[in-house]
């Protein structure tokens, strides 16, 4: 196999190597330099041919010839006039593959072989790791490819829920990652519940995405804040951004989370998190926005009832300064308020917030 490897590769047979082979076939036997004479062909291309079809095996020295081919290159005085005779296609090609697949099973073999030991360590990684998520109560995690190994694999380990809250406007590439994990998820009968603030709502490619998850099985919910984004795991393990970053490690909104595995800690968050869910309302469709956009009108007000400031108003509300003063300015004429704290009270008294 070692020679095959090494040779150098053969050209496209031509019509040269044809009629080599025809003539060897009519008469039993081939003689290099009485074809190279009959052919009115220089001997060294001849010879070159012929090594060309003794490499394929359908040509082969007979037992009494005195040598082989002339290497190709030689002198026309050291080459013999050597006799061969052919072969059959069907029997060359055992000749020419035979010892690649040979050398084939014996890569895969060796293959195997090296799983094998590579896989013998996977009992010993699992509880390493199971360890080290049960010995650290609270680790963190700094780097977005731990980030992102650390989602994978809680994500591939959850047998009961996924649940998930997302306070901002992810983007489209973002979503769309998401959403082959929200597959894999779902398709193993895992529970996904998902809760984003109203105002994301007001973007069409939101609306389609969160439809594709409840298309798929997923539940999800809409409110009037999401404090922070925070993913919980079988309400075992949950995963929080560290300084607004983001939990699932999406580019651009930061690199660093928290696991929390501590019980009690995450009973804690999972409650929280509960809480919100309960009082949040379901998303159906992407026709049903209406009723959000409603909600998220009412929390405009109250936030201009409240006197908070446009920046943090719009943080709360997961979407940006820009936005939200537009929507502040179509309430105010709305409402024929003159100033935030005015639409406020006007809307108060009209009954735009009770209940």
């Known amino acids: 196999m070692d020679k095959i490897a090494t040779e150098a590769p053969l050209s496209p047979l031509g019509d040269l190597h044809v009629l080599l082979y025809r003539m060897a076939l009519e008469h039993g036997r081939l003689r290099p330099r009485a074809a190279a004479l009959h052919l009115d062909v220089p001997g060294a291309e001849v010879c070159a041919a012929v090594e060309d079809l003794s490499r394929l095996h359908l040509l082969h020295p007979t037992e009494d010839a005195p040598d082989a081919a002339r290497p190709a290159g030689a002198?026309?005085?050291?080459?013999?006039?050597?006799?061969?005779?052919?072969?059959?296609?069907?029997?060359?090609?055992?000749?020419?593959?035979?010892?690649?697949?040979?050398?084939?099973?014996?890569?895969?073999?060796?293959?195997?072989?090296?799983?094998?030991?590579?896989?013998?360590?996977?009992?010993?990684?699992?509880?390493?790791?199971?360890?080290?998520?049960?010995?650290?109560?609270?680790?963190?995690?700094?780097?977005?490819?731990?980030?992102?190994?650390?989602?994978?694999?809680?994500?591939?380990?959850?047998?009961?829920?996924?649940?998930?809250?997302?306070?901002?406007?992810?983007?489209?590439?973002?979503?769309?990652?998401?959403?082959?994990?929200?597959?894999?998820?779902?398709?193993?009968?895992?529970?996904?519940?998902?809760?984003?603030?109203?105002?994301?709502?007001?973007?069409?490619?939101?609306?389609?995405?969160?439809?594709?998850?409840?298309?798929?099985?997923?539940?999800?919910?809409?409110?009037?804040?999401?404090?922070?984004?925070?993913?919980?795991?079988?309400?075992?393990?949950?995963?929080?951004?560290?300084?607004?970053?983001?939990?699932?490690?999406?580019?651009?909104?930061g690199k660093g989370a928290l696991a929390v595995r501590d019980p009690s800690l995450v009973r804690f968050l999972y409650r929280s998190w509960e809480s919100v869910w309960d009082s949040a309302r379901p998303f159906t469709g992407a026709s049903d926005d209406g009723s959000a956009k409603d909600e998220l009108r009412r929390s405009i007000l109250e936030l201009l009832e409240s006197g908070m400031k446009d920046g943090?108003?719009?943080?709360?509300?997961?979407?940006?300064?820009?936005?939200?003063?537009?929507?502040?300015?179509?309430?105010?004429?709305?409402?024929?308020?003159?100033s935030r704290f005015q639409a406020g009270s006007y809307a108060r008294r009209a009954g735009l917030l009770d209940g």
């Open 75 to 253: 002198p026309d005085t050291t080459w013999r006039d050597t006799e061969y005779a052919p072969r059959s296609p069907d029997v060359a090609v055992t000749h020419v593959t035979g010892p690649i697949e040979a050398q084939i099973q014996q890569l895969h073999r060796e293959s195997e072989r090296m799983s094998s030991h590579v896989m013998a360590m996977k009992p010993v990684f699992e509880e390493s790791w199971h360890g080290h998520f049960t010995r650290t109560p609270i680790e963190y995690l700094t780097l977005l490819d731990a980030v992102r190994s650390a989602l994978e694999r809680l994500s591939a380990a959850a047998r009961v829920e996924v649940a998930a809250a997302h306070p901002d406007l992810p983007t489209p590439t973002t979503l769309e990652e998401g959403l082959q994990r929200t597959t894999e998820v779902i398709d193993r009968g895992v529970l996904m519940r998902t809760i984003y603030p109203h105002s994301v709502l007001t973007h069409a490619y939101m609306q389609q995405h969160l439809s594709k998850m409840v298309a798929l099985g997923a539940q999800v919910r809409t409110t009037a804040h999401v404090p922070d984004r925070v993913l919980f795991f079988d309400a075992t393990t949950a995963v929080l951004a560290d300084h607004g970053s983001s939990a699932d490690g999406s580019p651009g909104d």
């Open 312 to 338: 943090m108003a719009a943080r709360r509300l997961a979407m940006s300064v820009t936005t939200y003063r537009r929507h502040v300015t179509e309430l105010l004429a709305e409402l024929g308020a003159q």
